[in-house]
């Protein structure tokens, strides 16, 4: 890990943020749980040796309209976030998985956990006619944008719908990172480039 670190180093690559899928805040197995923290806590762990700046951790898999299981997460995302904290590593939370699927959800897990707890925003996952809105609400909180268009089956990405999440983020007067992210057809790093010709457009016309 310490390897790691130094070859960041001597690249001059900042490690923002480690992204870590696995576990779930949210279940009721007091097994499951202490199991799932203890593998929560290893891998904050290993984000301090690397030099990550951040790890995102899943706020949870229970319906986002499951108060005590929202109470359950913002205890111990806020848990997680104190024990993160003397390793210089910050605990971010996204709009992903069950929990927080809603705009509603999200609110209500940052009521819960104010300041302690910053949030990623990803295009991809809020999905109907509330989409927009629900995005302006965790914007305010967050420190990086999952930047993920619709892409058709030959990896053209929906250009009117990106730019519609990109001007929601410029009105929000977000001003942190951008993650390219491309999950269509053909040649990803082509399909990359494309969604990055949008976003870096997008930015330039808003200074």
């Known amino acids: 890990m310490k390897q790691l670190k130094e070859a960041f180093r001597e690249s001059g690559v900042s490690f923002d943020t480690l992204l870590l899928d696995y576990g779930d805040l949210t279940t009721s197995d007091p097994k499951r749980l202490a199991a799932d923290l203890a593998f929560m806590r290893s891998w904050i762990d290993a984000a301090s040796l690397c030099g990550a700046k951040q790890i995102r951790i899943v706020a949870g898999e229970a319906e986002p309209s499951d108060e005590d299981a929202l109470r359950r997460a913002a205890q111990h995302l806020n848990a997680l976030s104190e024990y993160a904290r003397p390793k210089n590593v910050a605990v971010v939370t996204e709009n992903f998985k069950a929990l927080t699927s809603t705009g509603e959800s ?46 058709d089956e030959r990896g053209m990405p929906d250009r009117a719908e990106f730019e519609k999440c990109l001007d929601v983020v410029t009105n929000a007067g977000f001003d942190c990172a951008y993650v390219l992210i491309y999950d269509g057809p053909g040649d990803m790093w082509e399909g990359l480039e494309r969604i990055r010709a949008i976003v870096d457009k997008r930015i330039r016309e808003a200074i």
């Open 106 to 151: 999200c609110r209500a897990l940052m009521e819960q956990t104010g300041d302690e707890v910053r949030w990623i925003t990803d295009f991809g996952n809020f999905n109907g006619v509330r989409k927009y809105e629900e995005l302006g609400t965790i914007l305010p909180r967050s420190v990086s944008v999952h930047a993920k268009a619709h892409y």
